[in-house]
């Protein structure tokens, strides 16, 4: 299916495309704001309502880093495909300030639970709704540069919670009801701004010209992502992102115990320390991948983002844990990953998969990823009992396999247009799956 140009030269009028991204990416900034709000915030809430240890294991499954932002994007994206990206991303904001205020408001642990559960399904299904709008009116050759501004934003929402939960820490509880009130505030507040926004031209004329060709209101169903020729292309980003991500999701558990161990005792320094790796990540998106990605090979790029989290991982299961080794491993870890499979996992899920397909893939995947982590997060106390060494060791292996997949089946779609794209994909990416390379399009 050749999807329709979006306007002439095949984006969104300029001006409007920034815009868009950073309305669409702000999704990215309570998403990441509403894990670390609800990590800071957990002593808190474990000391006022008694918590489990049980019980906080499954808020933790349960949370907007698992199992409910998985079903959320699995919702999510299929929606966005069979009515449109604005209608999604604009009121499933509303969805998540109505969380919100069960975790504002808790007075018990089950308030807690459905607050977190609530949040997790909101920017489950903003996500996909975001990344397609995002890639969608890009203009050409400036892909990567907008997804980046996205991923900017994953940085700093939890930059902003970390300094508000030190400045507010006196407050106590209070504290934490007023940074989650923020980020209502914002969603609310988000809701409005969207409200101006224009749906993606580019999926008005796919859907267009898909009901033009008979296929009635629905213009693609979830059993057309079982073919061969989609499989591929998922099981290549849901792999090289999921193995990624399992190392993320148990990073939580082990960087306590390093600024604990390196005598960073004090909350200023942790915050600090947890704030400066954010910081540097920002920083090697803004200055690597929205300047490269464009540009240079994508392959090369991620094996070098991978290679770098490899060693900076590797290093604490190598050395004695010392301050110097502490912060070598933050730099390297924080770099490396800015430009690495979260940033790449936004840009080719994007780019993969067609037009009235693409939100649909993109939940799926992202659906799988965390619904993985939040069944693995059970396990996870069971790892760090191993001892720190050997659990540094399983967190190497895992980004040592998301780096040979990605490098396997990374795409060379840098600077090529959707509709090229589109036409890669109809012209035969099914010969790059039977070759063994998912990710690889036909003409590259």
């Known amino acids: 299916m050749q999807e329709a140009a979006p306007a002439p030269g095949g984006v969104e009028p300029q001006g409007d495309d920034w815009k868009a991204t ?146 507010l820490e006196p407050l106590g509880l209070l504290g934490a009801r007023i940074v989650f009130a923020h980020l209502a505030i914002l969603a609310v507040a988000l809701t409005f701004l969207r409200s101006r926004m224009k749906e993606s031209r580019r999926w008005l004329d796919a859907q267009a010209e898909a009901e033009a060709a008979g296929a009635g209101a629905k213009p693609a169903r979830v059993r057309d992502l079982m073919k061969l020729k989609w499989l591929g292309p998922m099981a290549f980003l849901a792999g090289m992102y999921g193995m990624w991500n399992l190392w993320a999701g148990t990073n939580g558990f082990f960087f306590p115990y390093i600024l604990r161990t390196v005598g960073n005792q004090s909350q200023g320094t942790a915050v600090g320390v947890q704030s400066l790796s954010f910081l540097i990540g920002m920083a090697s998106i803004w200055l690597v991948f929205m300047q490269l990605s464009d540009r240079v090979n994508q392959r090369l790029l991620f094996l070098a983002s991978a290679v770098i989290q490899v060693v900076g991982m590797s290093l604490l299961a190598l050395f004695p844990l010392t301050l110097p080794m502490a912060l070598l491993h933050v730099f390297l870890m924080s770099f490396g990953q800015g430009f690495g499979a979260q940033s790449f996992f936004q840009l080719w899920s994007a780019e993969m998969f067609p037009t009235l397909l693409r939100s649909t893939a993109q939940g799926l995947m992202f659906g799988i990823v965390r619904i993985t982590l939040g069944v693995f997060s059970f396990f996870v106390p069971l790892l760090t009992a191993t001892g720190f060494q050997t659990l540094a060791w399983i967190l190497t292996g895992f980004l040592f396999v998301s780096g040979v997949i990605g490098f396997i089946g990374a795409p060379r779609n840098e600077g090529k247009s959707l509709d090229e794209l589109e036409a890669d994909m109809e012209d035969g990416i099914s010969a790059g799956v039977e070759s063994g390379q998912p990710g690889q399009p036909a003409t590259a």
Not at 69 to 97: E, H, N, P, S, V
Not at 114 to 123: D, E, M, R, S, Y
């Open 22 to 167: 950073i309305l669409a990416g702000l999704a990215n900034y309570i998403d990441a704001g509403s894990i670390v709000a609800g990590s800071a915030a957990l002593a808190l809430w474990m000391e006022a309502y008694k918590l489990s240890n049980e019980f906080v294991g499954l808020i933790g499954a349960l949370g907007p880093n698992a199992i409910s932002a998985g079903l959320g994007a699995f919702i999510g994206g299929r929606l966005c495909d069979l009515f449109g990206r604005k209608r999604i991303y604009q009121y499933d904001m509303l969805f998540y300030a109505f969380g919100m205020l069960w975790l504002i408001f808790a007075m018990n642990a089950w308030m807690i639970l459905i607050g977190f559960f609530l949040v997790g399904l909101a920017v489950g299904a903003d996500i996909p709704a975001s990344w397609s709008l995002i890639a969608e009116t890009a203009p050409k050759g400036s892909r990567g540069k907008h997804s980046g501004v996205a991923q900017v934003l994953w940085y700093l929402g939890p930059v902003v919670v970390l300094l508000m939960f030190l400045v």
